[in-house]
T-cell receptor
């Protein structure tokens, strides 16, 4: 399948700091990427849809000023968790849809485990 | 009501046995259906897409029943490495992935 990378794979930070997570599609161009969050023993929850060259579309209940998304190129989307708090500790996963696949499959990055102290 | 519902399990399966489980979805306009596999503390990985005619990939068989709005996954000759959480994923009419909470499968020696 298509390859999507994420960086960093894990991060520990102090409360109040901002954390930036990068998501890259390595072997294809992705006009759309998705950001999910997964808490322990729960399913993935879509946070926002990242659109190249335009503003991200946020799901209900997700604060756009807290979770800043930038999709500056066809291979890179970034998620910045601003002023992180312990309740933001979670597994953040990005995905991208391969434009050559009509079935709509998404390929996921390896995830970033965020721990806010 | 959740968009996609799955039996959380766990399904404890002896090595070599067959296990099958279903997932139901609520939106009849859903477009595409997938099974993903997620190992503990890892990202989901695409196992297979699910087609109306049913499809098979090695030991895995997926079926779609649009009339009853469910999809199924059957694993034959279970291996220890099949132990994982299997996520039922539905692409809804807005182009968004809707995830089930996952079915945990534990294959025992």
């Amino acid at each position: 399948g298509a390859v999507v990378s994420q960086h960093p794979s894990w991060v520990i930070c102090k409360s109040g700091t901002s954390v930036k997570i990068e998501c890259r599609s390595l072997d294809f161009q992705a006009t759309t990427m998705f950001w999910y969050r997964q808490f322990p023993k729960q399913s993935l929850m879509l946070m926002a849809t990242s659109n190249e060259g335009s503003k991200a579309t946020y799901e209900q209940g997700v604060e756009k000023d807290k979770f800043l998304i930038n999709h500056a190129s066809l291979t890179l989307s970034t998620l910045t968790v601003t002023s992180a708090h312990p309740e933001d500790s979670s597994f953040y996963i990005c995905s991208a849809r391969h434009p050559g696949l009509e079935g709509g499959e998404q390929f996921f990055g390896p995830g970033t485990r965020l721990t806010v102290l | 009501r959740k968009e996609v519902e799955q039996d959380p399990g766990p399904f404890n399966v002896p090595e070599g046995a067959t296990v099958a489980f279903n997932c139901t979805y609520s939106n009849s306009a859903s477009q595409s259906f997938f099974w993903y596999r997620q190992d503990c503390r890892k990202e989901p990985k695409l196992l297979m897409s699910v087609y109306s005619s049913g499809n098979e990939d090695g030991r895995f068989t997926a079926q779609l029943n649009r009339a009853s709005q469910y999809i199924s996954l059957l694993i034959r000759d279970s291996k220890l490495s099949d132990s994982a959480t299997y996520l039922c994923v539905v692409l809804d009419s807005w182009g968004k992935f809707q995830f089930g909470a996952g079915t945990q499968v534990v294959v025992t020696p």
